[in-house]
């Protein structure tokens, strides 16, 4: 300030005060400076230097669920990716070594899909491609996208170790893999079985729960007869089932029953119409459910009235009678027996389940309880394989397989269409006189993930891992406590139950799956993946032999698993110490989420920088019945504890009205788009200001709310910044702080629990919010509002001055840091801003706060003297609407507060200053009947005045003291002090 006068010779006071100063930017411009802060932390190593900072620091690890490296992220991602960076920051910047190591999924049918994809594009086919030369085109098509991605995430602002990423299909990885694959077949865990497993037409490949969604899909519906055998009293009558897959008629062994339902023998009375011909026949008999049994009848035309119930029909009934198969004749003559099973409802259809063990879970689980006793009984309980790997009937299926007239049906083709299978079965029903009725339903069924197409459930020899089976002590050899049921499945739903889970709620979610889940089928019929790498004899048996395992997995760090499928492989790894003819190399690929399971094991454990188990394990909320879930059992099952101490899931992004996004609607955001007009730290504000324990909403209006958010946020800190830019970085006691800075230094300090506690409840919405609300609420619209003209105008000595000088660096410390995980750009420019010499707030370490600043009693006085203030500001903003005044320092009102405790309080502060008035009244008087109140503040009243006196030419108060100092006849007192005090300091000519 050398230069105090204008051009006419008066004094320029604007020029002696002290107002804000900064080089930081009211516009933010994010899409195009945060590059730049990137390529700057990257020129700086700041990762690498974090890493040498946190040295002896307690562990913090949040193990990244891998993603697919395939395609472009999508919102679900930047979400997820931002969360976990978010954590790995906070506990980084609260005494954690906080390390961040990104993966990918890189095996599997999302790849290999891709590059089949490309193949049918040019005519080629797959099958006639070597092996390896197709699973190296997946690797260089899964290496090109982690490249893609991890730039992407970069962009995002995720700090981590990107320059060594955990990939599936490094070869370290897939050895370890392998590794864990052969703990399981060395336990007795693994083992080649029967089951009906959901199976992909399309990709020709089985799938995991985890790789099926539901969508609308219209089926076929039958209704059949199943022709009652023998000479007792329901001799000649039918067995009613209702079924929506016709083409499963073929594998049927058994229907169920239930004992709790009540059944009846009904007969058709009705006469044949030809005006509404039907295959219900007059004189039938048939049993059925008495609740549905009114609904099969109008199903088969039977018009009302024309049937009768005859009598009951008992479970012991039931449970002792034998049918016939209703396409008997085409070569299904075994007897057909009726099984009590607890899933068969009354609910629809007819109160009899068709079971066909090959083609569902549960008609398997029906079959298999009584399979001894059906053979005692004489019969054949083998499960037939009715349907190959291309959807075609095989020789099991007599009347429609290889050897029926015009070749196999084929239930679905290639392209996911509804195949000739039912229509050809429900062809033969008719011609048996076994068909009832028939019609379509629309219902929810599975479909493939990745192809979006159906599924059916057939039974196909897969390997599976046991869930019930007891493994004794296997895997406890890390200390985990021995109990007595050692089952997988026992050891998981502990495992989850020690676990802690935000929300809550997962936990029971978890729990039921592993509960109610069949054994793993961990074998996929793919080309890229980590093999089943066991051999085994014809009847299924493993060989374990660890000697063969030691060269296989050495052959897999040297060579990756391509080595599995190498010319003279079979010879190589078994030896001269077995006999190559007894046992087959077993070609089935791991099941992906076996890959993801085990990251922990090449990851956690084989990285010195990481450790076992981790703390945190987060992702999408359809995670508990994929990574979260395999991860659970492969831990489970070779080390006898889960691989976390916490599971953390969120949920979907939706668009501004709920709706999935879906290019189709035209409502797709992505994360590109976002960045590219906004920047990446609107989209982390957006992360952080959700509740992403439900799902989430995106869309404009909503990106626009967050921007408005950015905006207060970054005119706040640089309006601290500006100010701060006078600070000499004086202290003054705390005694001796006026009320308003203490009752500052308070909020900090309650603001620090909160924002603590809610990083450790991983709770940012609640850090979030408060600190909005904090910084437009508390400091723009009062206290930086009350203090700026202290601030600006007071005298170089005033320790008002001083102590607001304080407290504002020391909310800038705060909030800075605070903020600084959560929007790590814009708080590194403020703090280098403020710090220059310093190498990045992301080193910093959250603000201790003194005790002594937490003052509950001061902060609810002023709690009071702030609800008084609001109807001052009330009645001054009616007269600034009116343009009866343009400044609040053109007001000089009265104040009636009835409340004496009040009124004490009130007079006490500088009201004047809270209320950023010339002056002020306080009255304890009877407020006149037109004085202005707000009706949530009773007893307080305010009748408007303007000030007289004199406008100070340097703070612009009206006052009475202005000229009362003849060196300074424009200005009040205070200021003439001010004035004085910069000239003596050589900042103010003589």
Known sequence: MTDQTTTDGSVDYAKTLFLPETAFPMRAGLPKVEPEWIAKWDAMNLYGKLRQASKGRPKYVLHDGPPYANGNLHIGHALNKILKDVITRSFQMRGYDANYVPGWDCHGLPIEWKIEEQYRAKGKNKDEIEVNEFRKECRDFAAHWVGVQSAEFRRLGVEGDFSDPYLTMNFEAESVIAGELLKFAMSGQLYRGSKPVMWSVVERTALAEAEVEYHDHESDTVWVKFPVRGAGALAGTSVVIWTTTPWTMPGNRAIAFSPRIAYGLYEVTAPEDADNPRWAKQGEKLILADALAA????????????????GDVSSSDLRDLLCDHPLKDLGYGFPVPLLSGDHVTDDAGTGFVHTAPGHGREDFDAWMTVRRDLERRGIDTAIPFTVDDDGFYTKDAPGFGPDAEGGPARVIDDKGKKGDANARVIAALIAAGNLLARGRLKHSYPHSWRSKKPVIFRNTPQWFVHMDKDLGGYGLEGGSQHHAEETLRARALRATDATRFVPASGQNRLRGMIADRPDWVLSRQRAWGVPICVFADADGNVLKDEQVNARILEAFREEGADAWFAEGAKERFLGNE?????????????????????????????RPDLKWPADLYLEGSDQHRGWFHSSLLESCGTRGRAPYDAVLTHGFVMDEEGRKMSKSLGNVVTPQEVIKQSGADILRLWVVSSDYSEDLRLGKTILQTN??????????????????????????????MPELERLMLHRIAELDEVVRKGYDAFDFKRIARALVDFVVVELSAFYFDVRKDALY???????????ALEVVRTLFDHLVTWLAPMLPFTMEEAWLSRYPDADSVHFEQFRTVDPAWRNDALAARWQTIRKVRRVVTGALEDKRRDKVIGSSLEAWPSVYIADAETRALVEAADFAEICITSGIKISGADAPADAFVLADTAGVAVVFAKAEGEKCARSWKITGDVGSDP????????????????????????
């Open 295 to 310: 609904d099969v009848f109008a199903k088969a035309r039977v018009p009302e009235g024309g049937f009768r119930r005859v």
């Open 578 to 606: 077995h006999d190559a003819a007894k046992w087959t190399m077993v070609r089935d690929i791991l099941d992906v989420w076996f890959d993801s399971g085990s990251t922990h094991a090449f990851c956690l454990e084989k």
């Open 707 to 736: 921007v408005d958010s950015y905006r207060k946020l970054r005119n706040t800190i640089r309006w601290m910044l500006g100010t701060l830019a006078h600070d000499t970085g004086e202290s003054v006691p705390l005694a001796e």
């Open 793 to 803: 105008c007071d005298p170089l000595s005033s320790v008002k001055r001083k102590a």
């Open 967 to 990: 060196a300074f006849p424009e200005v009040s007192a205070r200021d003439a002090q001010a004035l004085r005090e910069l000239q003596d300091a050589g900042r103010l000519p003589a």
